[in-house]
Nanobody
Framework: QVQLVESGGGLVQPGGSLRLTCVVS????????MGWYRQAPGKQRELVAA???????DYADTVKGRFTVSRDNAKNVVDLQMNNLKPEDTAVYYC??????????WGQGTQVTVSS
């Protein structure tokens, strides 16, 4: 049973920072891409940041320069450092991983609220 456990969400003021962590366990197959998505109320889920096994990254235009995705391949962990947070970053953030043979798994989501 593959499990993705996310942590690090919460309430932060505009301009503040949060760090999200996702720990993956139980996969029989090697993990390829890892990433973070978010879904705000009334909106579709969207890509925030993704990182390949080799460390290549991809970011949504709205977070470039503020968010940084990283991973530890030995520990199957992916992090998202979020700086200079804005109210429009408020959403539920989901961790997603793709494994060999194209299996995809999602975390349960963690709430990030940016408000004064």
């Amino acid at each position: 049973q593959v499990q993705l456990v996310e942590s690090g969400g919460g309430l932060v003021q505009p301009g503040g920072s949060l760090r999200l962590t996702c720990v993956v366990s139980g996969s029989r197959f090697s993990i390829n891409a890892m990433g973070w998505y978010r879904q705000a109320p009334g909106k579709q889920r969207e890509l925030v940041a993704a990182i390949s096994t080799g460390g290549s990254t991809d970011y949504a235009d709205t977070v470039k320069g503020r968010f940084t995705v990283s991973r530890d391949n030995a520990k199957n962990v992916v992090d998202l450092q979020m700086n200079n947070l804005k109210p429009e970053d408020t959403a539920v953030y989901y961790c997603k991983v793709d494994t060999r043979f194209r299996f995809t798994y999602w975390g349960q989501g963690t709430q990030v609220t940016v408000s004064s």
